[in-house]
């Protein structure tokens, strides 16, 4: 995992804008990465073992619903 301050430096050092990230609706596996802060492999073992739903688009392609990913944290409250 990241701290706080190396994803920081991260998104500054791959240009990649938090506030414009949140509001994509259909992301990268790279951008998917830092928002869950974890690493590009995790999230494509995580779309391997079906844990997270994407779509290939071709070599190198594959995009995943922001929609998707909020679910991933959704929890049912008893």
Same mark, same amino acid.
């Given at each position: =995992?990241?701290?706080?301050? @190396?994803? +920081?430096?991260? $998104?500054? =050092?791959?240009?990649?804008?938090? *506030?414009?990230?949140?509001?994509?609706? +259909? $992301? /990268?596996?790279?951008? @998917?990465?830092? $928002?869950?802060? #974890?690493?590009?492999?995790?999230?494509?073992?995580?779309?391997?073992?079906?844990?997270? *739903?994407? /779509?290939? $688009?071709?070599?190198?392609?594959?995009?995943? *619903?922001?929609?998707? +990913?909020?679910?991933?944290? *959704? @929890?049912? #409250? +008893?």
């Amino acid at each position: =995992m990241l701290n706080d301050q @190396t994803l +920081i430096d991260y $998104l500054k =050092m791959n240009k990649v804008d938090l *506030k414009i990230l949140n509001e994509k609706e +259909i $992301l /990268t596996v790279k951008e @998917t990465a830092v $928002l869950l802060n #974890c690493s590009v492999k995790s999230i494509y073992r995580s779309i391997k073992d079906g844990q997270i *739903k994407a /779509t290939n $688009l071709g070599n190198r392609l594959i995009r995943i *619903k922001r929609s998707d +990913i909020d679910d991933l944290f *959704k @929890t049912k #409250c +008893i």
